[in-house]
């Protein structure tokens, strides 16, 4: 992506204290920024509250929502990939509800490659 003129960004709710013990945890050489509140994932309509039947189920596994995200919203946003180029063009969405499909690197990579060089 570096070699093509891209940066990676990632963009979680999680507090910036929760977002950057995963960074080094996990030695991560990418940006991850924190989405405060939810508006990003709101304004790109990827935002869905946890049904109120299923929190104590996310609780017991560890996953502790108004902890890692600092309100009580109890939101998460569907997990999507873009590719924006430098003119602020959307070139490549995908949004897939089912957190398990992600988009390919190789499909990436080819939009990168066939957005014009400035």
Known sequence: MQAAGASLVAI????PDKSLSMVEKNALQFEVLTDSGH????QFGLAFAVADALRPIYKNIGADLPAYNGDESWELPVPATYVIAQDGTVKLAFVDVDYT??????????????????
């Open 12 to 15: 979680t709710p999680e507090t």
């Open 39 to 42: 508006n990003v994932a709101r």
């Open 101 to 118: 499909h992600r988009l390919e690197t190789a499909a990436i990579l080819d939009c990168l490659q066939a957005i014009p060089k400035a």
